[in-house]
């Protein structure tokens, strides 16, 4: 057995101390035994979460294959997100779970969409009256968490508007936290946020529609937002996509896109806890946690505050510790304090993933 060990300023407590990496767990406790120094000064914090991304997706499709989820995974650790949450995806990605070299991945299951009211082929597609059904066959396939499609393009009306009525949904998060899973929702309006909120749903994903008179409701249930702002910034693409069939929709995607920045710093300003996710999988590769930690900080959230949501608070939300003795030896080192610097994010001394040196 090999043991690792480390000095540096733990974070967030700012105490400078030795640790040692036996077994995949971090202990404070001096190991009698030989142990290698791996780092020597410097800031350590927790591995990064990207809280939305989607393993087993890609710009150019579906990818099934182990491989490739693999390379996907990868991309995302030497960036130094050691913590996925897969916000649904149409294949098997248990793969990257079994491999001790790859992130802790929690998944969602696949998305729960309606027909016509969503990207096709991707999620599965019910109607209302066999969402709750739905909700308890996704609740145990994913790992605590179900996803739900809570508005998109409605053609009837060319623009985005909530895909479930409100009694059926909030009897399928109820269902849902009855099975003891969260329920995260993509929703970008405005219009179906109201209902979402009410219905008690744990995380709103990208949430370009929340409004000043939600943000208390919002504060009030413990319901997080993530943001997503580099997906955001593909909004006007979108939008000149659609403008010569959908005009209405697509001059909404502008507005939600101009509002955006302004609207997430007033949620975080009136409480409303932002995590950090980039819909990796999607219209966008992997590997790209550090870009959406700088949009956040571009927003107007302060450094420190961005660091924070985006490591250990983002872990204890999806269940795992921090630095303390015990915990899972997860975790990056920086010669520089990173809530200081955001350069030094492209410099990581160490990267360390289940007690190993990876990077």
Known sequence: MTVLHLRGVL??????RDVWLVDGRLTFDCYAGAAETISDGGYVLPGFVDAHCHIGLAPEGHVPNP??????????????????RDAGSPVDNTGVQRRDDLPR????????????????????????????????????????????????????????????????????????????????????????????????????????????????????????????????????????????????????????????????????????????GTDAGGSMHHGLVREEIRALVGAGIPNAEVIAQSSWRAREWLGLPGLVDGAPADLIVYDA?????????VKPQRIVLRGAVVT
């Open 337 to 345: 304090d990173p809530r200081v610097d955001l350069a030094t994010l």
């Open 67 to 84: 491989a490739g989820q693999a390379q996907q995974a990868t991309r995302d650790r030497d960036a130094g997100a050691l913590l996925l």
């Open 105 to 276: 991945l929690i998944r969602a299951g696949r998305h729960i969409a309606r027909p016509y009211r969503y990207i096709r082929d991707l999620g599965v597609e019910v109607e209302p009256d066999d969402l709750v059904a739905e909700v308890e066959r996704q609740a145990g396939r994913g790992d605590g968490w179900v996803k739900l499609v809570g508005d998109w393009i409605d053609r009837s009306t060319g623009d985005l508007g909530p895909v479930w009525p409100d009694d059926v949904l909030k009897d399928a998060v109820a269902r849902a936290h009855e099975l003891g899973v969260r329920v995260a929702v993509h929703v970008f309006g405005e219009d179906a946020l109201p209902a979402l909120i009410t219905a008690g749903v744990d995380s709103i994903e990208h949430g370009t529609g929340l409004t000043d008179e939600l943000l208390d409701e919002v504060v009030r249930r413990g319901i997080a937002v993530v943001p997503t702002l580099i997906n955001i910034d593909n909004f006007p693409g979108i939008a000149a996509s659609g403008e010569a069939k959908f005009p209405i929709y697509s001059a909404h995607m502008r507005a939600l896109h101009a509002t955006s920045r302004q609207r997430i710093r007033l949620a975080w300003e009136a409480g409303v806890p932002i995590y950090t």
């Open 11 to 16: 974070l967030p407590d700012e105490i400078e």
